[in-house]
C-alpha cells in the first residue's frame, strides 16, 4: 500500500471537534500521558504532543504530562483509575467506524484482546513525576 501524505496539523486539545475527542477515546482508553512525545515548536523550543492519526490528516495535539492527567481526571468518560468506562467505550465504537484504530492508531492501551499487563493506576498518584512545562496556546500550525 503506498503512503498517502496527509497534512499534518498541530492543535491543542481544547480546540479539537467533538468528534476528533470522542475517536481519541477509543484510542487511548487508558488515558494520554504515557503516550506523549516530544517535538520542536517553530520557536525551537521542545514540546509534548499526543499523536493521533485519521483519514484525512495526522493530528499532534499539543499538551503537558500535567494537562493529559488533567483532562482524563475531569472527564467523566473515565473512572477514577483513568480508563475509559467500559458504556462509554461500547457506545462510542458503535457511533465510530473503529478502522481507524487497526490502520492508523494501533498501541498497546486500545488492544483489547491482551489482559491488561499495566494495572490500576489512581489519578491521584499520577502527580508525582509530572513535569512543569509551559505551554503555548498559538492555533493550528500545519508543518
Known amino acids: 500500500m503506498t503512503p498517502i501524505n496527509k497534512p499534518k496539523v498541530i492543535k491543542d486539545y481544547d480546540k479539537l471537534a ?4 470522542e475517536q481519541i477515546k ?3 482508553p487508558r488515558g494520554f500521558r504515557k503516550h506523549l512525545v516530544e517535538f520542536s515548536g517553530i520557536d525551537g523550543k521542545k514540546r509534548k504532543g ?3 492519526e485519521t483519514e484525512e490528516k495526522l493530528y499532534l495535539i499539543r499538551m503537558t504530562a500535567e494537562e493529559a492527567v488533567y483532562v482524563i481526571a475531569n472527564d467523566d468518560d473515565y473512572d477514577d483509575n483513568g ?6 467505550q461500547s457506545r462510542l465504537a458503535d457511533k465510530h467506524d473503529d478502522d481507524f484504530l487497526d ?3 494501533s498501541n498497546d492501551d486500545n488492544d483489547y484482546g491482551d489482559d491488561d499487563d499495566y494495572g490500576d493506576v489512581n489519578i491521584d498518584d499520577m502527580d508525582d513525576d509530572i513535569e512543569d512545562e509551559g505551554s503555548d496556546a498559538s492555533d493550528d500550525i500545519e508543518v
Open 18 to 21: 467533538p468528534e476528533i475527542l
Open 26 to 28: 477509543l484510542v487511548y
Open 50 to 52: 499526543l499523536p493521533f
Open 83 to 88: 480508563r475509559l468506562k467500559p458504556g462509554v
Open 103 to 105: 490502520e492508523y492508531n
